[in-house]
């Protein structure tokens, strides 16, 4: 895409197939007017993406109309209210964290060398979270069925890219080639298993929940809306069982491992920037005195925050946002754009562009930070979007990740394992982008004084 700007500018139309306008968007100026324009607020649609939700259009990321501002609504609304980037959702977190923690010392206690593995550590107290929100439940971190969905997840999402998800295949192609998704490198059958289980679980909760009790999750408000609807608007309503499914596997795959990926990356660069991973510590010390970090210390936390945002720049899990479609004819940037055009919008070319940031190749935490000390935001920094489509999450996401981060270099020194080479920082490129599984020396601070004395 990059390559494709620099000969012909930031808005490129080419054809994917004999009919299909595809259209790269790279810079801050175009990926911000693009963003903000409710004509391309359309998500494409095709056998691949269909292959995952029944072949019907269904769930939150890939609908468009009236079907995704009904659902999104109700879904942004009630996340709210269960605790979405709320403080009431923080104690939950902070177990999360506790189990993680100790999970962190036993692991580096029981290895003479301190070593520990970081592979999908996280993606299990995230998943945790969300669960906990969304069907009230929660996972031993060695369950297997739970590690089996990890995994699942996991493959889907490391698995083709979203220029081949969004190939326009007919769907009677890949009815008479099954494997045609596979052979492009995408595995949709690994969504069986998860839509098996959260229809499980609502069949739990059609069950167990109680008429006028209160909502115990999403799942509760949904099912009751559902049973509204129905009585209401019958056959027309948009809210049913297998809607409720996809928009459940929507949140899963859109929100766990895009977190743990970010907590995976700030621990990965804080190895390799040991002099800024003390700053932050000194700055927690100093803000939090011996307790751990906490939500209400956030906004005081000027230093560890912009490190956060300098790690979310640089590493840029959701390279190309979410693909748009053109639900009609439109312009940008004094193109037309033509109705069905399917944008692939660089968000991060804009964390790249040279003249919004100077020295973007540069890892400069104080980058985000004016004369002040105090946080401010640059227009190309736009991690989740922007516009209608923003991601749904941004709040929960926010909040997790700084409290992971924050808690664990509170509470533990990561180091780069000695003799070995420093773990790369190139990540694994799928739809998202995730780190390399890494390992590190983690010395937990209170060993850490006990050798000091
Ligand atoms: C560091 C974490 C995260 C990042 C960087 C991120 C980023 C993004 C981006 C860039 C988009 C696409 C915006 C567009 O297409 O214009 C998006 C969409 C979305 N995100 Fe996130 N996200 C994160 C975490 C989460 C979490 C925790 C959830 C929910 C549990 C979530 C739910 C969604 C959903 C449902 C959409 C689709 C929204 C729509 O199409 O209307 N995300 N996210």
Redesign the pocket.
């Known amino acids: 895409m990059q390559k494709l700007a620099r000969t012909y500018g930031p808005v490129t139309g080419f054809y994917l197939g004999p009919t299909q306008p595809m259209i790269s968007v790279v810079g801050t100026e175009a990926v911000r007017e693009a963003?903000q324009n409710n004509d391309l607020n359309g998500?494409p649609s095709g056998a691949i993406l269909l292959s995952r939700t029944f072949g019907e259009r269904l769930g939150?990321?890939f609908v468009d109309g009236d079907v995704?501002q009904e659902q999104?609504r109700f879904t942004l609304r009630h996340l709210r209210d269960l605790g979405f980037g709320k403080t009431s959702i923080e104690d939950q977190m902070m177990d999360e964290i506790a189990d993680l923690i100790s999970e962190i010392s036993t692991t580096a206690k029981s290895n003479p060398d301190h070593v520990v593995d970081f592979k999908s550590i996280f993606s299990v107290s995230v998943i945790n979270i969300?669960w906990a929100i969304i069907g009230g439940k929660r996972f031993q971190r060695d369950d297997p069925k739970f590690k089996k969905l990890l995994d699942n997840i996991d493959q889907f999402l490391g698995s083709g890219n979203v220029a081949q998800a969004n190939l326009p295949i007919p769907a009677f192609l890949v009815r008479l080639f099954p494997s045609l998704p596979g052979r492009l490198g995408i595995k949709t059958q690994l969504f069986v298993p998860i839509q098996k289980f959260i229809e499980e679980t609502i069949d739990e909760h059609l069950t167990t929940r109680s008429k006028g009790d209160v909502a115990r999750d999403y799942m509760d408000v949904y099912l009751d809306e559902m049973e509204e609807q129905l009585k209401t608007n019958g056959s027309t309503s948009t809210f049913s069982k297998k809607q409720l499914i996809s928009s459940i596997q929507?949140?899963f795959a859109?929100?766990s491992h895009?977190?743990s990926s970010?907590i995976g990356f700030v621990v990965l660069y804080m190895i390799h920037y040991p002099t800024i991973q003390q700053k932050i510590r000194d700055e927690l010390d100093d803000i939090c005195g011996d307790s751990l970090p906490s939500l209400a210390h956030r906004s005081r936390l000027s230093y560890t925050e912009a490190v956060l945002m300098e790690v979310?720049r640089t590493a840029s899990?959701?390279p190309l946002?979410?693909p748009?479609r053109a639900m009609k004819n439109t312009q940008l940037q004094g193109f037309t754009i033509p109705k069905g055009s399917i944008l692939a919008?660089s968000?991060h070319s804009a964390f790249k562009d040279p003249t919004a940031w100077g020295d973007p190749e540069n890892f400069r935490p104080e980058r985000h930070l004016d004369q002040n000390g105090k946080v401010i935001k640059n227009d190309a920094f736009t991690?989740?979007?922007?516009?209608k489509?923003?991601?749904?999450?941004?709040p929960?996401?926010r909040n997790?990740?700084f409290l992971f981060v924050a808690s664990l270099v509170k509470t533990f020194e990561f180091q780069s394992v000695p003799n070995e080479a420093l773990p790369t920082l190139e990540p694994n490129s799928g739809i998202l982008s995730s780190p390399k599984p890494f390992k590190a020396v983690v010395i937990p601070r209170v060993l850490n004084q006990r050798k000091e004395n």
């Open positions: 963003l998500r939150l990321i995704w999104r969300l929507d949140l859109a929100g895009t977190s970010g979310t899990v959701v946002a979410v748009h919008i968000l991690p989740f979007g922007l516009g489509r923003i991601c749904l999450g941004e929960l996401a997790t990740v």
